[in-house]
């Protein structure tokens, strides 16, 4: 996988760019920011996404663990989902 990455850093750039995105989007962000405060973050996001893209490409597994990262959120997202309708349920 290690290889491929290298043979394709635009794509793996993205793939770092759309992990980081959704990291932040879930985590980060508290409320709905101005337009031009939400473009300078997502400029710094992009700007980051080259330091991880450099990593990456030199051997550390920044795409694996950004993947793991993402997939951990939505195992939560899935058990806060089915713990919300357990409790519906229960009211009715």
Do not use: C
Not at 2 to 11: A, G, N, S, V
Not at 31 to 54: C, Q, V
């Amino acid at each position: 996988m290690r290889e491929w990455f290298l043979d394709h850093p635009w794509i793996t750039y993205l793939i770092i760019f759309v992990l980081i995105t959704y990291v932040y989007n879930k985590v980060f962000r508290a409320r709905k920011l101005p337009l031009l405060k939400d473009l300078i973050i997502y400029l710094l996001l992009a700007l980051g996404s080259i330091m991880l893209l450099f990593f990456q490409l030199a051997g550390l597994p920044i795409v694996p663990s950004l993947s793991i990262a993402v997939i951990l959120m939505l195992i939560v997202r899935i058990r806060y989902f089915i713990q919300e309708r357990q409790t519906k349920t229960r009211k009715e």
